[in-house]
């Protein structure tokens, strides 16, 4: 194993971070400027699906949505495409729904049987879905953390866990930078760059520690060599990984429909930021922790080091005696 080849990652650390704290400034940036503009999944609303039986332009459907809600979201549903689907984030009345649905009667030429649902979504059951979103992300995080400091040690659980709220904040941000509508497909994005992200990471800290026996980590030279080397060999294999994915997902992201766009784009750059982070955040933080941290391995073997070399001095000098 050639532990000769490396890149200067812990060198540029500040670099790496910096980088990260500008993302992290304008995605927070965005939330509080912008604020997520969220969908009715979250908020309540009313959704309709009418059957057109025919092809539909969204323009001619927003002129008759605009006069109840100008926000609403038009998609379409069935094989051909012929289905309208009218999210608001209005709650229609009875009244309301029977004079939208009129006035596509009118509009398409439609009989009544031509009005396939309408649901009816309440606020409660947005504020439990947005409970339930924020619990999740947070159940997920702690048995994260839980795992990897099981499978590693706390510092690299510390570590992962603060890239994967690094990649998190991003995402948000970028919801809130393009007012992406916040809805069911926001909570799949989330959760999948959350197991995503996490992976890669592992990967990295498994190599550091596979190299630790062989590298050692007795001074600071020793600590920067040995994660150096780690992410450097698995570098290429994490991004070979992300850049497949992606193609993938920037396919999807090009030809599906608009739904599908809305949980295709943040997820392309949650992904990305995983793979960055990963390299570039994780293995950084591991390296300060060991080394601000009194109780960290780093300085446990100083410790132990320095006892032993005093030790070795004390037998040296009864020996001359």
Not at 37 to 54: E, K, P, S
């Amino acid at each position: 194993m050639n532990f000769e080849k490396k890149l200067p990652i812990i060198e540029k650390t500040k670099i790496w971070l910096s980088i990260s704290l500008i993302l992290i400034a304008v995605a927070v940036g965005s939330i509080l400027i912008r604020g997520l503009n969220y969908g009715i999944d979250f908020v309540g609303g009313t959704i309709i699906t009418i059957d057109l039986h025919q092809t539909f332009d969204t323009k001619d459907i927003k002129s008759i949505t605009d006069a109840y809600d100008k926000s609403a979201d038009i998609t379409y549903s069935g094989n051909q495409k012929h289905e309208v689907v009218i999210s608001t984030k209005e709650s229609l009345s009875n009244s309301q729904q029977k004079k939208l649905f009129a006035s596509f009667k009118k509009k398409y030429n439609l009989k009544n049987k031509d009005l396939v649902s309408v649901d009816n979504i309440t606020a409660s059951v947005g504020a439990e879905t947005t409970r339930n979103t924020i619990i999740a992300s947070i159940v997920a995080v702690v048995l994260m953390l839980v795992y990897v400091t099981i499978r590693f040690e706390f510092y690299f659980g510390l570590s992962a866990v603060l890239a994967l709220v690094h990649d998190i904040v991003i995402v948000i941000g970028v919801y809130a930078l393009f007012q992406i509508q916040v809805n069911s497909p926001f909570i799949a994005a989330i959760l999948t760059i959350l197991g995503y992200s996490i992976n890669d990471t592992i990967v990295v800290f498994d190599r550091i520690r596979e190299n630790e026996g062989l590298i050692g980590m007795s001074n600071e030279q020793e600590l920067t060599h040995l994660v150096d080397v780690s992410v450097t060999q698995t570098m290429r294999r994490s991004i070979n990984t992300v850049a497949t994915t992606l193609v993938a997902i920037i396919a999807l992201y090009i030809f599906a429909v608009d739904a599908i766009r809305d949980f295709a784009l943040p997820l392309i750059v949650g992904i990305a930021c995983g793979c960055y982070s990963s390299i570039f955040v994780a293995s950084p933080l591991w390296v300060i922790f060991q080394k601000k941290s009194s109780k960290s391995k780093f300085n446990a073997k100083i410790q132990r080091n320095s006892r032993r070399g005093q030790r070795n001095r004390r037998k040296a000098e009864k020996i001359e005696v």
